[in-house]
């Protein structure tokens, strides 16, 4: 079994900046690709970032040049920074962590943005 498990959220100001974390730990194989998600109040969970092994990512439109996601392989571990924070950031953000044929998700951690 995989375990994930996100920290770093929390409360910040309109143009603010926040880092989350997600380590994965376990009976790892190889995780080839890790990403994050955010769920927003009445929304769907959508994409924001995800990052392979290879370090290759790809972000949603609305947080490209504002975000920047990497990971520490050696750690399966990866990051989010999240700068110039806007209030329809405000969301719970899940890390995922694909080791095939399986993902595997974390809890989640709440990041909300204050105008």
């Known amino acids: 079994q995989v375990q994930v498990v996100e920290s770093g959220g929390g409360l910040v100001q309109a143009g603010g900046s926040l880092r989350l974390s997600c380590a994965a730990s376990?009976?790892?194989?190889?995780?080839?690709?890790m990403g994050w998600y955010r769920q927003a109040p009445g929304k769907s969970r959508e994409l924001v970032a995800s990052?392979?092994?290879?370090?290759?990512?790809n972000y949603a439109d609305s947080v490209k040049g504002r975000f920047t996601v990497s990971r520490d392989n050696a750690k399966n571990t990866v990051y989010l920074q999240m700068n110039s924070l806007k209030p329809e950031d405000t969301a719970v953000y899940y890390c995922?962590?694909?080791?095939?044929?399986?993902?595997?998700w974390g809890q989640g951690t709440q990041v909300i943005v204050s105008s």
């Open positions: 990052i392979t092994s290879g370090e290759s990512t």
């Open positions: 995922d962590a694909f080791d095939p044929p399986r993902d595997y």
């Open positions: 376990g009976r790892i194989f190889r995780i080839v690709r």
